[in-house]
């Protein structure tokens, strides 16, 4: 089957979606997927950021689909085509799409593990704004604990639900799941139970953004400090591949990871004694230092180069944070003198 | 997201137990799952019309589902009640089309009457005044659900009738 | 009188109970169906009546039947989409309350037609003494040998249940009703695969509305060019409208489609004009979701022709100045309802019903009701209206389901037909603390105060 992505024909096999030729084609064609997984079954569809525009169904019906396509469950026709990056309908789409994720996302990338690896991150900047049009009081939950190992940040997620996919596919007992409804629909145990399968780990690999973090990573360092190494080991684990992506710190292990691909997904899923409990070097056969995008937020500490002074574009006065909150901040315990209080209310403190 | 969890006694009843099975006969055998939705009803209804987490369990074991595929469902929908909840609640609809026709000043006015807020219960554990979204009775508002019934054509006359009834435990709430 | 197909006989004392259905002709659709065609007759039959889906879509049920998968030999069901839950529908539950065996006797003829040996009713939970009125019809039917097995000695079987839902306006998307028939939670699936390929338990599946499927005995028993006859152009047969609002007369009428829109409006034989003095100002004609219509527009389309109860002239003019027929849903409004508040209250609904699966309607519906509720209380901002507009057409078309749509289009109807409304409240939050603002001050009143000024 031929099918045309931006002007760019590939052959294809039946049953290909157009998110998996935009893959074999590469560069920017490429949809953003935050929720379809290629190794987890039944994911995609969900976060409609992977929306394209079919301009021919196929050369049997040669009509055009009158609504955008989720890309990632959208399989492709013989003569098919398709334009993603190509499409102002597209761009726009994608947008929005990225503007709703992050109306009521924390935006604490500061605080934030996954700041650094997170493709809501990537998604912002390449299709988000600096500014904000949401004024409304942002979403929260209450603060749920999974056990000793994952932290979940439920005010981060962006409901893909690979995680629940993670646990149907690995686990033969889940419990986890997604709770209540519509935009107070959150991922929970219902009963604050401890996740403790084997391969419950791999939920904080397959979390597209900080939602479910590595609790033995907590605060540790930032990703960019880190140097990742590709390494393995005799896992005998059923199930676990053994290969994984490991974090260092000097000559510290301070990460274990699934070993990523360039759309963020593992090769291989790997077991919770691998992630979580093998942190000494000796545990490991290291085979090399791992590449990385030139463009990546990890390369800026790996290329010693001349930097700009930095500019954030943004809101005049966005660090100095909302009025309102700047209200409630009240610091009665260090006081401040006439000098500094002036300048704490001008925000230059 | 942390929960209050509730202590609730278990009763499965045989009544209960031959109605549960009734239920699953109504699926293909190996779907029993899809008995879910009436069979929580019934369980519900059988235990002062609120789902603790051991009753959940207790049906994710008849049904032969994981727990986890009962909390799911159970929060999905806003029939089910997770926590204990008033006797008689009353659930006025309060979408547009009731709202054309004087379901607010209603609400107020039996709040008002009872002496709670919308989604409070008496101190007796009686009475709770909630307000849902479109009941399907859009020609006979205002109107409001009580039990497996709907009372309609409300008036604040009906309004005094009704919460009189239920202080005389006049008011039916199952069809069984 | 025009004619009734669903309810002439809903007045005939203890037509609830089977023996007086019976009595009055009930169940001869599916002794003609079983006895003397063949399912793709009875197809035939309901395609030729060009009856479209009542439930609001209106898409030709005899082409819906005609799609349902026979090669792969899997078991096939009907499921009949009985979760009503459009803000001003209320016609379904009148038919199962008061006429309980009309719907099962066209689940066995449709069943039939569709070789379906295992269909459903998926009845919302909230209608549940209608669900035990359904449940006590289904055993009345099947005592008397109309459902189970070898019916008539025709060896044709056919097992029916109801089943009930528990509050989710969404099930009544077919994909959604089949996951919650399933007992999952009540998400749209992604399509395709449509039911009619994979529906329920991955089998090929029919998803009809109750009307729909009520219609199909009398097509079976006259014909389907019989049916097509009634109404207008490809607005054939007869429609239940559920009238609610500032009406004198509202309840469940049953009208030939290409009645006008001003004859049941003001006769006295359907809504009988306004519940009061105060002047008509708006109507929504399908159900909450379809677009509002300002008075100019109620009764002659943009061209000036007489609007009509159909399909097609409700919605002449597309958005720009029609709107749809929908569900048949029609929520009439006075002078003193304020639309504002009207499209908040919508929008708080879409915003409660959304599932909560895909993005743009998960955190679009909020912020649309968010921003609204600002509005409506006084602390709206000029920029807000554009914010509205903008919000909205990011979600239509973004979504797995309709309901994203649903919940746009009535947001851009009333700024497209009453934007000077919305531009009051942000200019005048003095003038509208109190909610019922509009009674005492219409906006005819109060419109000169936001008119363009000039030196």
């Known amino acids: 089957m031929k099918v045309t992505i931006d002007g760019q024909e590939i052959e294809v096999a039946p049953g290909t979606t157009i998110l ?22 039944k994911t995609g569809g969900k976060c409609r950021c992977c929306l394209v525009e079919v301009a021919k169904g196929s050369d049997a019906d040669p009509r055009p689909m009158p609504k955008l396509m989720a890309s990632c469950v959208t399989g492709c026709m013989d003569g098919m085509e398709v334009n993603s990056k190509n499409s102002e309908r597209v761009r726009e789409a994608r947008q929005s799409v990225t503007e709703f994720l992050l109306i009521n996302h924390p935006l604490d990338c500061p605080i934030c593990d996954q700041a650094g690896e997170c493709d809501l991150q990537d ?52 419990v986890h799941g997604v709770l209540d409804r519509g935009d107070h629909a959150n991922i929970s145990t219902c009963i604050s139970k401890a996740i403790d399968n084997e391969f419950s780990g791999n939920m904080i690999d397959v979390c597209p953004v900080g939602a479910l973090t590595d609790k033995t990573f907590r605060f540790k360092s930032r990703v960019w400090f880190n140097k990742p190494f590709n390494a393995h080991r005799e896992c005998t684990t059923p199930g676990c591949c053994g290969k994984t992506t490991v974090w260092m710190f000097g000559n ?5 990871t699934g070993r990523k691909d360039q759309y963020h ?55 100095k944070g909302r009025a309102e909150d700047r209200k409630k901040i009240s610091m009665t315990a260090i006081p401040l003198d006439q000098k500094e209080q002036e300048e704490f209310k001008n925000g230059n403190l | 997201m942390e ?61 032969e589902i994981l ?3 009962v909390y799911e469902v159970a929060t999905f929908y806003t029939m089910f009640n997770l926590k204990p909840i008033g006797k008689y609640m009353f659930e006025f609809c309060q979408t547009s089309c009731c709202c054309l026709r004087g379901t607010e000043d209603l609400m107020d006015y039996t709040c008002e009457k009872l002496g709670v807020g919308i989604g409070e219960t008496t101190p007796d554990g009686l009475f709770e005044v909630r307000g849902v979204e479109c009941l399907g009775a859009c020609g006979y508002a205002p109107m409001m659900q009580l039990g497996d019934f709907y009372k309609e054509h409300l008036t604040r006359e009906k309004i005094d009738q009704l919460i009189a009834d239920c202080r005389d435990n006049k008011i039916i709430l199952h069809d069984k | 009188m025009s004619q009734k197909i669903l309810l002439d006989k809903i007045n005939v004392p203890g037509i609830k109970t089977y023996e007086v259905y019976r009595r009055e002709g009930g169940y001869a659709s599916v002794e003609k169906a079983l006895k003397s065609m063949t399912p793709d007759d009875v197809v035939e039959e309901v395609k030729k009546s060009g009856l479209r889906g009542r439930g609001g ?99 044709y079987d056919l097992e029916l249940h109801v089943h009930c839902g528990a509050g989710a306006y969404i099930c009544g998307e077919e994909t959604a009703l089949i996951e919650s028939l399933e007992g999952k939670r009540g998400n749209p699936r992604i399509k395709p695969p449509f039911p009619a390929v994979s529906g329920l338990w991955a089998n090929p599946t029919v998803v009809n509305n109750v009307e729909t499927i009520a219609a199909v005995p009398w097509i079976v028993n006259n014909s389907g060019d019989d049916y097509a006859k009634i109404g207008i152009g490809r607005s054939t047969g007869t429609k239940l409208i559920s009238a609610s609002g500032n009406v004198k007369n509202p309840g469940v009428y049953e009208i030939e489609l290409g009645l006008s829109v001003d004859e049941f409006m003001n006769s006295d034989e359907y809504l009988g004009g306004m519940s009061s003095n105060r002047p008509l100002k708006a109507l929504v004609p399908g159900g909450s979701s379809v677009p509002i219509l300002p008075a100019d527009l109620i009764f002659k389309t943009a061209n000036g022709e007489d609007r009509l109860m159909t399909y097609e002239s409700l919605s002449d003019g597309g958005f720009a100045t029609g709107s749809m027929l929908g569900s048949g849903g029609f929520i009439v409004y006075d002078d003193t309802a304020c639309i504002v508040r009207n499209t908040w209250n919508f929008s708080r609904f879409y915003h409660h019903e959304s599932c909560g699966q895909c993005t743009p309607c998960r955190e679009g519906t909020g912020w649309l009701e968010k921003v609204l509720w600002r509005i409506e209380n006084g602390q709206g901002r000029e920029e807000d209206i554009d914010l509205l507009w903008s919000i909205q057409s990011k979600i239509e078309g973004n979504t797995i389901c309709p309901l994203g749509d649903a919940a746009s289009w009535p947001v851009a109807a009333a700024i497209r037909h009453f934007r000077e409304e919305f531009e009051y409240h942000v200019r005048f939050p003095e003038r509208i603390k109190n909610r019922d603002h509009f009674v005492n001050e219409p906006f005819e009143k109060v419109r000169h105060l936001i008119a363009k000024q000039t030196v």
Not at chain 1, 161 to 174: I, K
């Open chain 2, 3 to 63: 929960r209050t969890h509730h202590k609730q006694e278990i009763n499965m009843t045989e009544t209960l137990m031959n109605r549960i099975n009734e239920l699953i006969s109504h699926y293909p055998e190996d779907k029993k799952k899809s008995a879910l939705l009436p069979v929580l009803h019934e369980v519900q209804d059988a235990h002062d019309n609120w789902l603790s987490i051991e009753l959940m369990d207790k049906v994710a074991e008849i049904l």
């Open chain 1, 252 to 256: 510290e292990i301070q990460r274990v």
């Open chain 2, 67 to 69: 727990p986890i595929e």
């Open chain 1, 20 to 41: 998996q030729a935009a893959r074999m084609i590469g560069g920017e064609s490429v949809p953003p997927a935050m929720c379809y997984y290629s190794k987890l079954d």
């Open chain 1, 123 to 174: 998604l912002s900047f390449e299709h988000g704004k600096s500014k904000t049009r949401f004024i409304e009081e942002k979403r929260t939950f209450e603060p749920e604990d999974i056990g000793p190992n994952i932290q979940l940040h439920m005010n981060r997620c962006i409901l893909c639900q690979r995680c629940v996919a993670v646990a149907d596919q690995l686990t033969d007992n889940r």
């Open chain 1, 265 to 319: 997904e593992v090769e291989g899923f790997i077991c919770n004694t691998c992630r979580f409990d093998k942190k000494e070097v000796s545990d490991w056969v290291i085979e090399g230092p791992r590449k990385f995008d030139k463009d990546s937020v990890i390369n800026q500490n790996n290329y010693t180069r001349e930097m700009d002074t930095v500019h954030i574009a943004t809101e005049e006065g966005i660090l």
């Open chain 3, 57 to 155: 879509a209106g898409f030709p049920a005899g082409m819906k039947w005609s799609f349902i998968d026979k090669k792969s030999g899997k078991p096939r069901h009907l499921v009949c989409n009985a979760d009503e839950s459009e803000p001003g529908t209320f016609k379904d539950r009148y038919l199962m309350e008061f006429i309980p065996h009309l719907l099962i006797e066209g689940m066995i003829t449709s069943s039939f037609a569709l070789g379906a040996n295992r269909s459903y009713i998926y009845i919302r939970g909230e209608y549940m003494w209608v669900f035990k009125i359904l449940e006590r019809a289904i055993a009345e039917a099947k005592a008397a040998g109309w459902l189970g097995k070898n019916i008539l000695g025709t060896g």
